[in-house]
């Protein structure tokens, strides 16, 4: 195989909390999506890069001019940077990955459904300069290619910025297969945000902060165990059980949850509801939300007989979905840049 010829299959699942990457050289990476630039030649020096990203840009925040370009699934019009930081974030996962500069590189990149219609161009011409072919797909059928879920399957996606529901039916999936909600893990996290601070006005913590006490604690349903966190109340740490305001937040999700996979599935054709009704699955990171899958499935029982499951791996299985679609793909469906 000559240089000229060599090629690098990736897949991407740019997530508006999370977004990860797998190629087919073996190699898989995840960041969290925020990217950060020193605000001034002090904060250069503290740094020492350029540019930041994840969990290390986050870390030294106080320092940058920090983003997290995807709000609510699409890419943040009229903020500045916006559209930079999606191009130096897809460009870093690529990097993560690519051991070959010599390769030409055919990326399929999962994105929240929303984001597909809406930030398409605007996600081309930020891997123009890298990419040699390109798909975007929306997230929840990368995570269904990845599992095999071809036919007669609905697969949800419950990231931060949205959830997004796709139903299989042996074809590529078109836009009135899918649908977008915002009720997602930022929508649980502003909630609890808002429910702290009526119940403790005396702590002090960020939202950043109930995030991870979320990430840790989520879950639904019942829940016999504490759920203790430590909340600085006068600059002393004092610890505080928050199970009942974890519980609230995390359900304020399942009415919409419940109500779009209802409607997906009274929308889809009748013949072929029942076997769509016993294959759901849950992916994203909200799938990680203890009892979710359980009080989704309770609640479609009065519909029929009906299986929730849940990915096994939700970090990944947008990413690998994708990269299993581009290693499938045929030459005919890829965009050449």
């Not at 540019?51 to 009229?78: H, K, Q, T, Y």
């Not at 999962?110 to 975007?136: C, F, Q, T, W």
Request: proline content about 4%; some cysteine; charged content about 25%.
């Amino acid at each position: 195989m000559t240089q000229e010829n060599k090629k690098l299959h990736i897949g991407i699942d740019l997530g508006t909390s999370r977004s990860s990457t797998a190629a087919s050289n073996g190699e898989k990476k995840w960041i969290t999506s925020y990217v950060g630039w020193p605000k001034d030649f002090v904060a250069a020096q503290v740094v020492g890069k350029e540019v930041l990203f994840g969990d290390e840009a986050l870390e030294n925040r106080l320092s940058l001019e920090i983003c997290r370009p995807l709000e609510r699934g699409i890419i943040r019009e009229g903020i500045e940077r916006s559209e930079e930081a999606v191009k130096a974030i897809i460009r870093h996962l690529v990097e993560l990955v690519s051991k070959d500069s010599g390769a030409d590189i055919h990326a399929v990149i999962g994105v929240p459904a929303d984001s597909l219609n809406v930030n398409k161009l605007a996600i081309r011409n930020a891997v123009s300069e890298y990419v040699h072919s390109l798909m975007v797909v929306s997230e929840p059928f990368a995570v269904a290619y990845g599992m095999g879920l071809l036919n007669n399957a609905l697969v949800i996606d419950i990231g931060a910025g949205t959830t997004d529901f796709c139903i299989m039916h042996g074809a590529i999936p078109g836009e009135d297969d899918q649908r977008t909600t915002l009720s997602a893990g930022d929508h649980i996290d502003q909630q609890l945000f808002s429910i702290l601070s009526d119940k403790y006005p005396q702590a002090t913590f960020n939202i950043n902060m109930v995030r991870q006490f979320k990430e840790q604690f989520s879950f639904v349903g019942d829940l016999d165990d504490e759920v203790k966190v430590k909340l600085p109340v006068d600059g002393k740490p004092v610890t505080h059980d928050i199970r009942e305001e974890m519980k609230r937040a995390c359900e304020s999700i399942l009415p919409a949850l419940i109500e779009t996979t209802t409607e997906m599935i009274a929308g889809f054709d009748p013949e072929f509801q029942a076997k769509v009704k016993k294959n759901i699955i849950l992916a994203g990171g909200g799938s990680l939300i203890r009892g979710i899958d359980t009080a989704l499935q309770k609640a479609l029982k009065e519909y029929g007989p009906s299986s929730v499951t849940c990915v096994e791996d939700p970090l990944f299985s947008g990413a690998l979905g994708a990269l299993k679609l581009a290693q499938d793909m045929p030459a005919s469906y890829w965009e050449t840049l």
